[in-house]
T-cell receptor
Framework: NAGVTQTPKFQVLKTGQSMTLQCAQD?????MSWYRQDPGMGLRLIHY???????DQGEVPNGYNVSRLNKREFSLRLESAAPSQTSVYFC??????????????FGAGSRLTVL | GQNIDQPTEMTATEGAIVQINCTYQ??????LFWYQQHAGEAPTFLSY??LDGLEEKGRFSSFLSRSKGYSYLLLKELQMKDSASYLC??????????WGAGTKLIIKP
């Protein structure tokens, strides 16, 4: 059982370049989300999705777009990367969002550096 | 604004007990979570509290006081593998998770 799979694990971009982070889960989860983690700060929610074709903004959505074409996959796109987007990105999923001990399962993370 | 406070770093000795505190100020409350994150890895779920009191799970226990906006994670019989960051997160009235910056726990032999 793979859980949550993220690619790529590492990426170096130049300012202005674009890229897409891919995330797939095989747990039949409805809820998927993208976080960024920066030193000295808590995880910050970028975008989330409660089902296929449904996405919404989190705390720090600017500069990012997402796509949830089906239940399994949730991608994060940086259209024009900026040095401020240098971070570790985590995809996380859960059965639902709003109920009980709704445990998030995280992917292994993608370390992005923007020069 | 919403805020989660945890100590930045703590040091403890192998075999001892350590308590990691978390205080929060959020817009509403719908549960508190503790996650463990080893360096360079993903966070993994440890515990969940929604009612006041202590939840025990093996060597780890988590306590919640909603009236005080306070929780702690208690780790007993510390092992070297417990060296990690411990993240406190509160689910607010909109069911969004608000995360603390994490407490880095260093275990010494």
């Amino acid at each position: 059982n793979a859980g949550v799979t993220q690619t790529p694990k590492f990426q170096v971009l130049k300012t202005g370049q674009s890229m897409t982070l891919q995330c797939a889960q095989d747990m039949n989860h409805e809820y998927m989300s993208w976080y960024r983690q920066d030193p000295g700060m808590g995880l910050r929610l970028i975008h989330y999705s409660v089902g296929a074709g449904i996405t919404d903004q989190g705390e720090v959505p600017n500069g990012y777009n997402v796509s949830r074409l089906n239940k399994r996959e949730f991608s994060l796109r940086l259209e024009s990367a900026a040095p401020s987007q240098t971070s570790v990105y985590f995809c996380a999923s859960s059965q639902v969002r709003d109920f009980g001990a709704n445990v998030l399962t995280f992917g292994a993370g993608s370390r992005l550096t923007v020069l | 604004g919403q805020n989660i406070d945890q100590p930045t770093e703590m040091t403890a000795t192998e075999g001892a007990i350590v308590q990691i505190n978390c205080t929060y100020q959020t817009s509403g409350f719908n549960g508190l979570f503790w996650y463990q994150q080893h360096a360079g890895e993903a966070p993994t779920f440890l515990s969940y509290n929604v009612l006041d009191g202590l939840e025990e799970k093996g060597r780890f226990s988590s306590f919640l006081s909603r009236s005080k906006g306070y929780s702690y994670l208690l780790l007993k019989e510390l092992q070297m593998k417990d060296s990690a960051s411990y993240l406190c997160a509160v689910r607010d009235r909109n069911y969004q998770l608000i995360w603390g910056a994490g407490t880095k726990l260093i275990i010494k032999p």
